[in-house]
């Protein structure tokens, strides 16, 4: 055993599962890529380290500084972590969706929190957390807004460890990828990088029922970390082949089967994605192989997915069996039609996102620095 000097060195090179008492052998092989082993508790440590780097390279995060970030929850964990372990101050703006789990651990890692309660035009709480957020950064001296939304720098980090990490274990043979959509960090990193290096993978989109990232009105839905009111500019659609909306009942059963069947824990982005994934599987021949993106651990929803008087005051069923969760996978349909974007050039105005990010996304989208055509080394 070797010691390890510094926490950061921990994020990534996650693990992948298989799920071998839901996925049968006379389908393709369902596995989890368990981003819950970050230091972190979730995928959103990779973007974040790769933002705060690559802010203190260019001199944008001195010592000394504070960094502000809107989060509905993981982002901003993994922020407070990564400010803990390098000395920044670190403000996160949540809304009232955030846990109290996820509110304890960014104030374990000695975050300053800011809950904001004014919904936007959408009902939800994105833009009015980015536009206060950006008004901080203004006001905040020697202050660095990492901007996980608007800052492609989100999907390139993806690009550059996630995708591949997957496509070398997979030995560069998959057949189809699922993963949720809020930032399209994730899912624009990964569609890019096997477009090129995986082209025969299917690149499985998942939303929430009342996201409106692939078209229609936007409407409250209770899934955290997941959807947004507009096609995040990390996110190109045409790399995406289908994609499916899962209702928010449905993501919490399957989270909850999956930990109680395969004893892999995950929140409900990821039960989501679990159960189209299934669908996917039972659609693949045995053989073929489809990655499911398990952003985090389930630990950090005991207050809500894991307490069955919450799951009921929701209106949601408490239990569902390996065979229910199986026939709702095969009842899943994907949305019809080729995946349209539902991009909103304005709001980066709207929002007043701020210029050093507006730079570097011209400079990254001019030097094609990995976006799409570098090979990553
Ligand atoms: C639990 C969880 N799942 C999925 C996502 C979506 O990832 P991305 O923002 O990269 O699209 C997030 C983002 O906050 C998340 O926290």
């Excluded at 092989?29 to 508790?41: M, S, T």
């Excluded at 659609?283 to 990655?291: D, F, H, I």
């Excluded at 929803?301 to 390996?322: I, K, P, R």
């Amino acid at each position: 055993m070797s010691v390890i000097a510094n926490i950061l060195e921990t994020v990534g090179r996650t693990p992948l599962l298989t799920s071998p008492n839901s996925n049968q052998a006379d389908e393709g092989q369902l596995l989890f890529k368990y981003e819950r082993y970050n230091p972190g508790g979730s995928i959103k440590d990779r973007a974040a380290l790769y933002i705060v780097e690559e802010a203190e390279r260019r001199g944008w995060l001195k010592p000394g500084g504070t960094i502000i970030e809107s989060s509905s929850g993981n982002f901003g964990i993994s922020l407070a972590m990564i400010g803990a372990a390098k000395g920044y101050r670190v403000v996160i703006l949540v809304d009232p969706k955030t846990t109290s789990a996820n509110l304890a651990l960014l104030k374990g890692f000695g975050a300053e929190v800011i809950v904001v309660t004014e919904q936007d035009d959408s009902g939800s709480y994105h833009k009015t957390r980015i536009s206060l957020a950006n008004r901080l950064a203004r006001e905040i001296e020697n202050s660095y807004r990492p901007d996980q939304c608007f800052n492609l720098l989100n999907s390139e980090a993806h690009f550059r460890t996630t995708a591949r990490e997957i496509v070398e274990a997979c030995s560069g043979r998959l057949d189809a990828f699922v993963t949720a959509v809020s930032t399209g960090g994730q899912l624009g990193g990964i569609s890019r990088y096997l477009k090129i290096y995986a082209p025969e993978a299917q690149v499985v989109g998942v939303d929430a029922v009342g996201s409106a990232i692939f078209g229609g009105e936007a409407e409250a839905y209770r899934i955290p970390g997941i959807g947004l009111g507009w096609t995040p500019d990390n996110l190109d659609v045409n790399d995406v082949d289908s994609v499916y909306k899962v209702p928010d009942e449905s993501a919490f059963l399957a989270a909850r089967a999956f930990a109680r069947n395969e004893g892999i824990l995950m929140g409900p982005s990821s039960g989501a994605c679990a159960l189209v994934a299934l669908k996917i599987a039972q659609e693949l021949k045995p053989g073929q192989r489809v990655v499911c993106m398990v952003s985090d651990g389930g630990d950090r929803y005991v207050q809500t997915l894991f307490n069955d008087e919450w799951m009921e005051s929701q209106g949601f069923a408490v239990h569902a069996d390996v065979a229910a969760i199986r026939e709702a996978a095969r009842r899943l349909r994907p949305l019809g039609g080729k995946p349209v974007g539902n991009y909103k050039p304005e709001l980066v105005r709207q929002l007043d996102v701020p210029e050093s990010t507006l730079r570097l996304n011209a400079e990254l989208r001019d030097a094609a620095l990995g976006l799409g055509t570098a090979v990553p080394e």
